[in-house]
T-cell receptor, first 113, second 117 residues
Framework: SQQGEEDPQALSIQEGENATMNCSYK?????LQWYRQNSGRGLVHLIL?????REKHSGRLRVTLDTSKKSSSLLITASRAADTASYFC?????????????FGTGTRLQVFP | NAGVMQNPRHLVRRRGQEARLRCSPM?????VYWYRQLPEEGLKFMVY????????ESGMPKERFSAEFPKEGPSILRIQQVVRGDSAAYFC???????????????FGEGSWLTVV
């Protein structure tokens, strides 16, 4: 079954607003990563947060991780039309002992100018 | 430094034909992963390879699908006797040889879109 589930499945906002996406997973992990995918394109790595970290920032991105709740959130501040894409969380479960990632189903973000 | 290179980007095959998808990892990367993405879905892990060695093929269908990563040349994902349900985007990713859950960033190629008609 899916390791990661994103919520919401789709999100529409206006430019300048903040976008928050959530990810829940089922097993213990080494780390959690967020990726972006523009339509018809490959995945672009956004940020990696390790299991012993609680929050991480990168530019307009803020990621939190709560291992007790097995959940993570991705916040995009001051969104732009160019942020329109699908966003996926991916977990690196501890029981695999490799860098194999398990992806969620994604959140489709639409930012209107 | 070139990224992960996949070709072809788009491939059309008739039912029953074979599809071969190629992936050249980033320079210095010796681990390759293949993922499949069906329309409107997330990526599903298929197989994880090192040079000349399949590490984990737990996501590969039992029949018609095979993957290799030879000592020289790209990794190949081969689908024999394709069916309509094989239509999907196939993504290759690569990482450095520091596995064991070390938290390597995995870099993805632009994908190969297979359409079976």
């Amino acid at each position: 079954s899916q390791q990661g589930e994103e919520d919401p499945q789709a999100l529409s906002i206006q430019e300048g607003e903040n976008a928050t996406m959530n990810c829940s997973y089922k097993t213990s992990i080494n780390n959690l990563q967020w990726y972006r995918q523009n339509s018809g394109r490959g995945l672009v790595h956004l940020i990696l947060i390790r299991s012993n970290e609680r929050e991480k920032h990168s530019g307009r991105l803020r990621v939190t991780l709560d291992t007790s709740k097995k959940s993570s959130s991705l916040l995009i501040t001051a969104s732009r039309a160019a942020d329109t894409a699908s966003y996926f969380c991916a977990t690196d479960p501890t029981f695999y002992n490799t860098d194999k990632l398990i992806f969620g189903t994604g959140t489709r973000l639409q930012v209107f100018p | 430094n070139a990224g992960v290179m996949q070709n072809p980007r788009h491939l059309v095959r008739r039912r029953g034909q074979e599809a071969r998808l190629r992936c050249s990892p980033m320079k210095g990367h010796s681990h390759v992963y293949w993922y499949r993405q069906l329309p409107e879905e997330g990526l599903k892990f298929m197989v994880y390879l090192q040079k000349e060695n399949i590490i984990d093929e737990s996501g590969m269908p039992k029949e018609r699908f095979s993957a290799e990563f030879p000592k020289e040349g790209p990794s190949i994902l081969r689908i024999q006797q394709v069916v309509r349900g094989d239509s999907a985007a196939y993504f290759c990713a690569s990482s450095r040889p520091l596995g064991q859950g070390s938290g390597n960033t995995i870099y993805f190629g632009e994908g190969s879109w297979l359409t079976v008609v």
